[in-house]
């Protein structure tokens, strides 16, 4: 009798794999800190910033699929309990845990602090800045891959 040998195929969470066997997740936009911190959101009236954390948060998941996000959740947060503060707060530091995690699986220095994320809310709304900084440097490690694209992950 032949032996089956096992085979390794990319899964639901590797969509893309340029590998078998290898993780991989779909590459981020890079966008501007400044223009998502300050310029949009002030045309916008406040709307863009909602959009972008929606944005990140389903880039966060597709870049790499081990983390449970919910961008829905999180967008549903900052609407309905913005105003309590707190949930807000635990919202940001959560997204800055998955902004390390991120910089974790591509390879990088984890330079991204969840205390931050979530502290800098308190001076004029950095954190927004912080980020998208943050989020730009798991995009720059990936310099010739287009937004959606699949990327290998390095852990």
Not at 15 to 30: E, N
Not at 110 to 126: E, Q, R, Y
Request: hydrophobic letters at 45%; charged letters at 10%; aromatic letters at 10%.
């Amino acid at each position: 009798m032949a032996e089956i040998q096992p085979t390794t195929t990319p899964g639901p969470n590797t969509p893309g794999a340029p590998g078998a066997g290898q993780l991989s997740g779909l590459a981020m936009k890079r966008r501007g800190p400044v223009a998502v911190w300050l310029g949009l959101t002030l045309i916008t009236l406040g709307i863009y910033q909602l959009v972008w954390y929606f944005k990140i948060h389903k880039e966060l998941q597709e870049f790499d699929r081990r983390q449970d996000l919910k961008p829905g959740g999180s967008l549903l947060v900052l609407i309905f309990l913005g105003w309590t503060l707190i949930a807000p707060l635990i919202s940001f530091r959560n997204t800055g845990k998955a902004i390390a995690a991120a910089q974790r699986a591509a390879g990088l220095p984890v330079t991204c602090s969840p205390s931050t994320s979530m502290w800098l809310t308190f001076v004029f709304g950095l954190n927004v800045w912080y980020m998208q900084r943050q989020l730009n440097l798991i995009v720059d490690a990936y310099p010739d891959a287009t937004p959606g694209t699949g990327v290998t992950l390095a852990a």
